[in-house]
């Protein structure tokens, strides 16, 4: 006798706090995965005030017990983080999670594809996922960049993460026709590095010129944008400790594989380097929240009505 299964019940996504006023999404990996224990939520606060500070609204995506929430509350955040185990939500397991009724942190690509969903058009992250090293080996693509060329949603990031092929993550973005948009800078960052050998496609010292240009690039195009600038400079990592350090963790984190790799490896360089990386890490999501709000208040301004 065939096995019928029942079909999926939808989940509708809680969107909350941000109908009227420009929003700026936030990921919840940062917060669960990406930080040692009980430095989550001070920085998710921390990042509300910095985006309420230029009259904007922070929407904290993630997935609780299976309903997919486009702006958590602070209770709910809380309770996201208390949770014993938390997944990581990629555009790829995200319907499954929801279905599952499971708790999960959404990354870039998971944060996207929600927030899109709810009209917002901005997004404050670190650094974007990319191109894994060694290709020629194994296939190793973040989603994020997928769903940046996808949904209609501009990501403000410090480039993508150092600990990836940043040039090769340069090029998919161009194939994909995801236009790299530099704020005072005309090279492409690379999360705790200030710049890399690759470049970007335009450049503007002004977020009200960025958010022109992404205002009618997304609603042209359907696709995204990814707007970079680099960690500030005070705490920025030079070159030389940072390939010093990051060949000492990828020693250190071999035996890890799958999704667990990035995370394994930053932790591991956070301690090898005494925490400046995750100093690092901090100081480019605030900046980056900073700049976001810029630019979403800028489109919300500006948009049709």
């Known amino acids: 006798m065939a096995n019928h299964q029942h079909a999926p019940t939808p989940r509708t996504p809680t969107v909350r706090r941000v109908a009227g006023r420009a929003a700026v ?86 944060t996207v594809q929600l927030a899109a969903s709810a009209g917002i058009r901005v997004m404050a992250t670190g650094g974007l996922g990319g191109v894994h090293h060694n290709m020629h080996q194994r296939l190793d693509i973040s989603a994020d960049l997928a769903a940046l060329a996808r949904h209609p949603v501009a990501v403000v990031s410090s480039g993508v993460k150092a600990i990836l092929d940043v040039a090769s993550t340069r090029e998919l973005l161009e194939t994909l026709g995801v236009p790299v948009i530099g704020y005072n800078t005309d090279t492409f960052p ?59 963790a990828q020693a250190a984190t071999a035996a890890v594989q799958g999704r667990a790799t990035t995370p394994a490896l930053l932790d591991t360089l956070h301690r090898i380097s005494d925490g400046k990386t995750l100093s690092a890490n901090l100081a480019l999501v605030r900046a980056n929240a900073d700049l976001a709000a810029q630019i979403a208040v800028e489109i919300a301004a500006n948009a049709s009505p």
């Open 190 to 248: 690379a999360f705790y590095l200030t710049d890399s050998e690759s470049s970007v496609d335009a450049s503007y010292d002004n977020p009200a010129d960025i958010a022109a240009f992404a205002r009618h690039h997304l609603a042209s195009t359907g696709r995204g944008v990814l707007v970079v600038q680099p960690v500030p400079a005070e705490h920025a990592i030079e070159p030389h400790l940072w390939h010093h350090w990051l060949t000492e």
């Open 25 to 110: 999404a936030l990921e919840t990996t940062l917060l669960a995965h990406g930080l040692p224990a009980g430095q989550g939520l001070p920085l998710a606060v921390k990042l509300d005030a910095i985006i309420e500070a230029h009259s904007a609204r922070p929407a904290t995506i993630g997935v609780l017990d299976g309903v997919p929430i486009v702006g958590m509350t602070h209770d709910e955040l809380t309770e996201f983080l208390s949770r014993p185990r938390i997944e990581k939500a990629n555009t790829a397991n995200l319907g499954p999670l929801i279905h599952q009724r499971a708790t999960a942190a959404t990354t870039v690509s998971a």
